[in-house]
């Protein structure tokens, strides 16, 4: 073996024993690039909502905290025409009465939900129930040898009128929670619906005739002389009770604050006011012919606080 080819085999050798130490201080070629692995990002995770499990019913407890509506009394006589009545309180002396609330929803998003709500409210008095005196008068026809006159008695008057109004509502709402990260979630919504109400009245009447005129002849004499009209009532009294329910249209606006206590179970405490549409009205005899309380225009405002429970 010549020397050169000797010298060249040495050197072989010499990189085939070194070559593990290299890779041992150098750690390969695929760790070169700075000695710590570099880890792949993972997905982001994309959220998800699971609707079976965004069911909920609710019960609640509440108050009418104030009424704004009309109310008017009058009475109404034998022609048809009327006259201011005594009985009917102002809206605004209605008071305090409470709410009964059930409801069932459902989460549409985890922001937007849909619920069916129904109110019992009990009877809240509408008319003024002391015992009332006042005069009233009442008209009617008189035909005598082919000539009509219209006779007209006076009446000293005193009643005693209690008109008690319920009401049962039915509403669809939709509804906005604002979401905050926290367990407090405000809401906003409205929705629409009916207003079953209805009014019950009973009363008391004690009539005495103190005087009558004709259109034609004049006062009747002497003085306190009733016209012996047949149309017309005499002294006496008159009691009973009566009952009128309606169905009309309704619609609200809400508000509220919920707290999460545990992700099944929320405190609900909401404002609400209430629309209702159309009038109701309730009439009973009366030595003026007829007594009319009518109950229209009302606006109601309501707060209620309640639970809901969520479920699958």
Request: with cysteine.
């Amino acid at each position: 073996m010549t020397f050169s080819k000797a010298l060249a085999l040495a050197g072989l050798t010499l990189i085939g024993a070194a070559t593990p130490g290299w890779a041992a201080d150098w750690g390969g070629v695929r760790d070169m690039g700075g000695g710590v692995p570099v880890p792949v990002p993972a997905p982001a995770p994309v959220p998800t909502y699971d609707y079976d499990s965004d069911w909920y019913v609710g019960l609640g407890i509440g108050a009418n905290v104030s009424q704004s509506a009309k109310i008017k009394d009058s009475d109404i006589d034998y022609l048809g025409n009327s006259t201011p009545g005594f009985l009917a309180r102002d809206s605004g002396d209605i008071g305090a009465s409470p709410i009964f609330s059930g409801s069932f929803g459902r989460y549409i998003t985890p922001s937007l939900r849909a619920e069916v709500v129904f109110d019992y409210s009990p009877d809240a008095e509408i008319s003024d129930s002391r015992k009332l005196g006042y005069a009233v008068m009442n008209s009617a026809p008189k035909i005598s040898g082919g000539v009509v006159s219209i006779d007209t008695n006076a009446y000293a008057v005193t009643r005693t009128d209690t008109v008690k109004l319920a009401r049962t509502t039915g509403l669809v709402n939709l509804l906005y929670d604002i979401q905050t990260g926290t367990r407090f979630t405000p809401y906003i919504g409205g929705g629409v619906g009916f207003t079953w109400r209805s009014l019950r009245r009973n009363y008391t009447e004690n009539a005495t005739c103190i005087g009558a005129t004709n259109s034609v002849d004049g006062l009747y004499t002497p003085l306190g002389t009733c016209s012996g009209n047949t149309y017309l009532p005499a002294d006496g009294t008159i009691s009973g009770s009566s009952s009128k329910q309606q169905l009309d249209f309704a619609a609200a606006v809400q508000a509220g604050l919920a707290y999460n206590i545990t992700d099944s179970i929320i405190w609900d405490n909401g404002w609400q006011m209430l629309w209702e549409s159309n009038a109701i009205a309730s009439s009973a005899p009366s030595a003026s012919g007829e007594n009319r309380i009518v109950f229209k225009d009302s606006t109601v405002q309501q707060f209620r606080s309640g639970i809901r429970i969520r479920f699958d």
